[in-house]
């Protein structure tokens, strides 16, 4: 424990907006936005090192960060990992025992996809 009283994150701040499942190894880029380690490496890097929600090109930031081995935001995700240790243990079970890798393209579709669409209803409320 962090000891004195740390504020914890709701599950609503700990969400990762590419999968709306909680951050794992979360990774916040310079505008602020933070996704898990995993969407970050599946669609930051596939679509041309942008954010993925506001398209800031974060390239020469992630280049550096992981030449430093410090893609992860440590603080955010002892954070998280306090706030939530149940749903984080979890999702790290499931993720290790899903076989890395390999025929995980459909789902990455299914990813920019549904981030499109969330797109267009941003715009038809704005
Ligand atoms: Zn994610
Ligand atoms: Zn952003």
Redesign the pocket.
């Known amino acids: 424990m962090a000891g004195r009283g740390f504020a914890p994150l709701s599950l609503e701040e700990a969400r990762c907006p590419v999968c709306s499942e909680i951050l794992l190894e979360p990774v916040t880029?310079p505008?602020?936005?933070s996704v898990c380690l995993h969407c970050f490496q599946r669609t930051v890097k596939l679509t041309s090192l942008c954010?993925p929600?506001?398209r800031?090109r974060v390239s020469s930031w992630a280049r550096k960060q992981s030449r430093e081995k410090s893609l992860v935001n440590a603080e955010l995700w002892e954070l998280i990992r306090l706030s939530h240790p149940e749903r984080c243990r979890r999702r790290m079970e499931q993720r290790d025992g899903q076989t890395a890798d390999g025929g995980s393209w459909g789902s990455t579709d299914y990813i920019i996809m549904s981030l499109k669409s969330l797109f267009t209803l941003r715009q038809i409320a704005a």
């Open positions: 880029m505008c602020g936005h954010c929600l506001c800031l």
